[in-house]
């Protein structure tokens, strides 16, 4: 059983930065795909950016490249978001969501294709 728990949220003033964190227990780390996911209120689901665990690909939605890094740490099994010069349309809840899956690029962004997600953490970026 895969468990999900993010971390790292909080109130930031815009181009300001964060890093949120992902703690993954019971996942298999060989293949694979996960993904951060961010949802306003009243809005569905957007894929922000995603990650081949066994190819090492990343995927990044254009609202956020240059400016967004996802990144893993394997000896804590913990997946992590960067997130720099923040706007306040970034402002959301954020989610970590993984699946096993060999192929990733053509739906990391495709919240329905994920099986695990963790609880949230609240992002609220100031003008």
């Known amino acids: 059983q895969v468990q999900l728990v993010e971390s790292g949220g909080g109130s930031v003033q815009a181009g300001g930065s964060l890093r949120l964190s992902c703690a993954a227990s019971?996942?298999?780390?060989?293949?694979?795909?996960m993904a951060w996911f961010r949802q306003a209120p009243g809005k569905g689901r957007e894929g922000v950016a995603g990650?081949?665990?066994?190819?090492?690909?990343?995927y990044y939605a254009d609202s956020v490249k240059g400016r967004f890094t996802i990144s893993r740490d394997n000896a804590k099994n913990t997946l992590y978001l960067q997130m720099n010069s923040l706007k306040p349309e970034d402002t959301a809840m954020y989610y970590c969501?993984?699946?096993?899956?060999?192929?990733?690029?053509?739906?990391?962004?495709?919240?329905?294709?994920?099986?695990?997600w963790g609880q949230g953490t609240q992002v609220t970026v100031s003008s």
């Open positions: 990650a081949n665990i066994g190819a090492g690909s990343k």
């Open positions: 019971a996942y298999t780390y060989s293949t694979g795909c």
């Open positions: 969501a993984a699946r096993w899956d060999r192929f990733c690029g053509d739906s990391w962004y495709l919240a329905h294709r994920y099986t695990y």
